[in-house]
T-cell receptor
Framework: AQKVTQAQTEISVVEKEDVTLDCVYETRDTTYYLFWYKQPPSGELVFLIRRNSFDEQNEISGRYSWNFQKSTSSFNFTITASQVVDSAVYFCALSRYGQNFVFGPGTRLSVLP | EPEVTQTPSHQVTQMGQEVILRCVPISNHLYFYWYRQILGQKVEFLVSFYNNEISEKSEIFDDQFSVERPDGSNFTLKIRSTKLEDSAMYFC?????????????FGPGTRLTVL
């Protein structure tokens, strides 16, 4: 069975702080994809990143970076120098071949000015 | 850039009424999905649809739910007799192929409120 755990329910930081959102997943498949989505207060799901199970290279995109460690089944997301606009719920998700997405419970991030 | 669209953005209905949520997937996509997110909870898979058939459905997708592709562009989710617990955000998604299942594009969602 697939499962995604995001242990942090809510995080509050002050603007310009760095923050890491944790994601731990469970799957028996060797081929799978991991995702992060942002859900702002308006409710839509904003795609942030997709990473396949064979690519463990870390990725950086502006203030965002992702650390994928297969050995610990983790796919953590770091926001550097957080901004108020980063306030949202962030979902980690897992997908395997031909199957639907399994989402984690989400982490609500509040960035205070 | 092509995108998935959903209408309406917000639907309010009385308990027991039928509702139809509409989605227009990306034009060359062949796989379609519905997901549900109860307020404050995680996004949950409801159903996937391909070649005019349901290819997979979750336990949530009971006899009250149905999906249809009535024409070449729309993909609908019907709830026959809404219950209070059907209040949620409903997301439609589409992907180009089974091989590209990982590239699911999500619509902006329809917020359903059942009174």
């Amino acid at each position: 069975a697939q499962k995604v755990t995001q242990a942090q329910t809510e995080i509050s930081v002050v603007e310009k702080e760095d923050v890491t959102l944790d994601c731990v997943y469970e799957t028996r498949d060797t081929t799978y994809y991991l995702f992060w989505y942002k859900q702002p207060p308006s409710g839509e799901l904003v795609f942030l990143i997709r990473r396949n199970s064979f690519d463990e290279q870390n990725e950086i995109s502006g203030r965002y970076s992702w650390n994928f460690q297969k050995s610990t089944s983790s796919f953590n997301f770091t926001i550097t120098a957080s901004q108020v606009v980063d306030s949202a719920v962030y979902f980690c998700a897992l997908s395997r071949y031909g199957q639907n997405f399994v989402f984690g419970p989400g982490t609500r991030l509040s960035v205070l000015p | 850039e092509p995108e998935v669209t959903q209408t309406p953005s917000h639907q309010v209905t009385q308990m027991g009424q039928e509702v139809i949520l509409r989605c227009v997937p990306i034009s060359n996509h062949l796989y379609f999905y519905w997901y549900r997110q109860i307020l404050g909870q995680k996004v949950e898979f409801l159903v996937s649809f391909y070649n005019n058939e349901i290819s997979e459905k979750s336990e949530i997708f009971d006899d009250q739910f149905s999906v249809e592709r009535p024409d070449g562009s729309n993909f609908t989710l019907k709830i026959r007799s809404t219950k209070l617990e059907d209040s949620a955000m409903y997301f439609c998604a589409s992907s180009e192929s089974r091989q590209k299942y990982n590239e699911q594009f999500f619509g902006p969602g329809t917020r359903l409120t059942v009174l």
